[in-house]
């Protein structure tokens, strides 16, 4: 399982983008998760983060032992 955070509150034409997450709009931020099948997925979905020009302010992995932080 993964949480991408997002500075700025998504609108529904950016949330269709991310159909395959669960994406949670609160206090200016967007939140996008998933249970992602490998790092090539991960990769996918931050492509997608800069494609459409968001500022990514956090990662992480939430099911690791030793959970990583952007």
């Not at 991408?4 to 609108?11: D, K, Y």
């Not at 302010?57 to 932080?69: I, M, Y």
């Amino acid at each position: 399982m993964y949480e991408f955070v997002v500075n700025g509150e998504c609108g529904s034409a950016v949330r269709a983008v991310f159909d395959d997450l669960v994406v949670t709009v609160q206090d200016g931020c967007t939140t996008l998760r998933g249970d992602l099948a490998d790092q090539a997925a991960v990769y996918g979905v931050l492509l997608r983060v800069q494609d459409l020009g968001l500022e990514l302010v956090a990662l992480r992995r939430l099911d690791a032992q030793c959970p990583t932080v952007l």
